[in-house]
């Protein structure tokens, strides 16, 4: 069974409060049931993380390799546009990982439209809402691994 983390940044466990019209009226515990119901008919075990807090984000993601994580799907929030520290993280685990943000950030603000994190990530997912983590998700659960020998 493939194991799948979910990793949401500073202001994430705000969703449903803040800025409604940008990150809509769902809660987090909302969107992770969404997720699990989800996981489970992908036959993926979910690992659920959030944290207003640079290092423990880093620290989970150290976590996530040591358990050796098939895949990461990060919203790194604000992270996204400021953090070396967590690209660094992202990039040395070795861990396929999608970043995820709600809104287009390059429809935002300028200093939104660069992510720090993106690069060390496969692939970004930005502006389809709360399914974007559905999406990416779904990649990573049928992603193959490339060490192992095709069937």
């Given amino acids: 069974m ?16 803040r800025e409604p019209q940008i990150y809509g009226t769902t809660s987090l515990k909302d969107l992770e049931k969404m997720l699990r119901a989800e996981a489970r008919k992908l036959g993926v075990k979910l690992d659920c993380f959030q944290s207003n807090h640079e290092g423990e984000l880093i620290d989970k993601i150290g976590q996530l390799a040591d358990r050796k994580f098939d895949g990461i799907v990060i919203n790194p929030g604000g992270y996204a546009h400021t953090s070396i520290a967590l690209r660094d993280a992202i990039s040395g685990s070795c861990i396929p990982t999608i970043e995820v ?19 060390a990530c496969m692939s970004q997912i930005c ?24 069937p």
């Avoid at 502006?127 to 095709?150: C, F, H, I, N, S």
């Fill in 127 to 150: 502006g389809k809402g709360l399914t974007g983590y559905v999406e990416a998700m779904r990649r990573l659960a049928r992603r193959k691994d490339p060490e192992q020998p095709a």
């Fill in 101 to 119: 943000h709600i809104s287009d950030i390059r429809k935002r603000e300028k200093f939104r439209h660069h992510s720090m994190t993106a690069g």
């Fill in 2 to 17: 493939k194991k799948i983390a979910i990793l949401n940044g500073p202001n994430l466990d705000r969703l449903g409060k």
